[in-house]
């Protein structure tokens, strides 16, 4: 697992920097769990997996018809932003674009 994490930080610590320009590798900020970087990325993922288990509910059952809630100007815009990525995907001709994308989304 820690073999993992790693190379996930290592990666995502390359591909944040844009290639013209210089990096300098910092170790300890690369492994942080907090802010922009790998493993904060990789723990959020891990962290929405275990509330989605242990919700124990069928969301293929549920439409946008089906179900009348309240939601949150934060969550409209994070609907918005996950309606995007497709385009995000098709659009962006460099890694880096991509990344900010899931900056922004994780924070």
């Known amino acids: 697992m820690y ?11 390359m591909l944040k920097v844009d ?4 990096m300098l590798f910092n170790p300890e900020e690369s492994v942080d769990f907090n802010g922009n970087t790998g493993p904060f990325i990789q723990y959020t993922y891990a962290r929405i997996q275990s509330i989605l288990r242990k919700a124990d509910f ?7 018809s089906t179900v009348e809630v309240s939601i949150l100007d934060k969550e ?3 609907i ?12 962006a001709a460099e ?3 991509r990344l900010w994308w899931l900056i922004i989304l994780t924070n």
């Open 80 to 91: 918005k932003q996950v309606q995007q990525f497709p385009d995000v995907i098709q659009s």
């Open 95 to 97: 890694i880096t674009v």
């Open 19 to 22: 290639p013209k320009k210089q």
């Open 3 to 13: 073999k993992i994490i790693g190379l996930g930080a290592l990666k995502y610590y």
């Open 58 to 64: 069928d969301y293929t059952a549920v439409t946008l």
């Open 76 to 78: 409209k815009e994070l």
